[in-house]
Nanobody, 124 residues
Framework: QVQLVESGGGLVQAGGSLRISCSAS????????MGWFRQAPGKEREIVAA????????YYGDSVKGRFSISRDNAKNTVFLQMNSLSPVDTAVYYCARDRGAGLSTSPSRYDYWGQGTQVTVSS
């Protein structure tokens, strides 16, 4: 069965960096684009970044452009999100998800499998 497991979340001070990972299993990883979403309390889930199956194309939400970087290692079935210059507004649960469409989708409805999420908290 398809499983996505996030790791690497935690508490970091404003201005700091964090890298979170998502390990995939149960399917052919390099056949699918992947995405990272986040959800803060009381807010809707929003796209953070997406990456094509090859890693050759990426998408970033406006709020993270220039600060976050998505990458993947198809040999290790893992997708990463490097987060730099973090601020308290980045505090949220971060989820990785598998894109069931053509790739680089921004809507959560285009993703068919989700991880359990990892908490990222940025203190001021």
């Amino acid at each position: 069965q398809v499983q996505l497991v996030e790791s690497g979340g935690g508490l970091v001070q404003a201005g700091g960096s964090l890298r979170i990972s998502c390990s995939a299993s149960g399917y052919t990883f390099n056949n699918y684009a992947m995405g990272w979403f986040r959800q803060a309390p009381g807010k809707e889930r929003e796209i953070v970044a997406a990456i094509s199956w090859s890693g050759g194309s990426t998408y970033y939400g406006d709020s993270v452009k220039g600060r976050f970087s998505i990458s993947r290692d198809n040999a290790k079935n893992t997708v990463f999100l490097q987060m730099n210059s973090l601020s308290p507004v980045d505090t949220a649960v971060y989820y990785c998800a598998r894109d069931r469409g053509a790739g680089l989708s921004t809507s959560p409805s285009r993703y068919d499998y989700w991880g359990q999420g990892t908490q990222v908290t940025v203190s001021s």
